[in-house]
């Protein structure tokens, strides 16, 4: 069983930064297609960025070149670097893995302050 568990949201003025962080149980986590989703207020949950086990990434086009995703199989955790935050980049930010099904975090909140 995997579980996932974020952390690093926070409230943050625009252009700062934040860090998540995704911390996973299981060593099968270090072969899984892993992401970051988000989800705003009356808005569907959309893709945000995405990396392969071998660490190949893709970005959605309102946060390329402001956000980069990256994993330390060792520790079974995938991170999100945040910079430039804009308000509308606030949203519960969801963990999410792909390894036979899959496995989504609890969520983390991102506020961003105009």
């Known amino acids: 069983q995997v579980q996932l568990v974020e952390s690093g949201g926070g409230l943050v003025q625009a252009g700062g930064s934040l860090r998540l962080s995704c911390a996973g149980s299981g060593s099968i986590l270090s072969i899984a297609s892993m992401g970051w989703y988000r989800q705003a207020p009356g808005k569907q949950r959309e893709l945000v960025a995405h990396i392969t086990g071998g660490g190949s990434t893709n970005y959605a086009d309102s946060v390329k070149g402001r956000f980069t995703i990256s994993r330390d199989n060792a520790k079974s955790t995938m991170y999100l670097q945040m910079n430039s935050l804009r308000p509308e980049d606030t949203a519960v930010y969801y963990c999410?893995?792909?390894?036979?099904?899959?496995?989504w975090g609890q969520g983390t909140q991102v506020t961003v302050s105009s």
């Open positions: 999410h893995a792909y390894v036979i099904r899959h496995y």
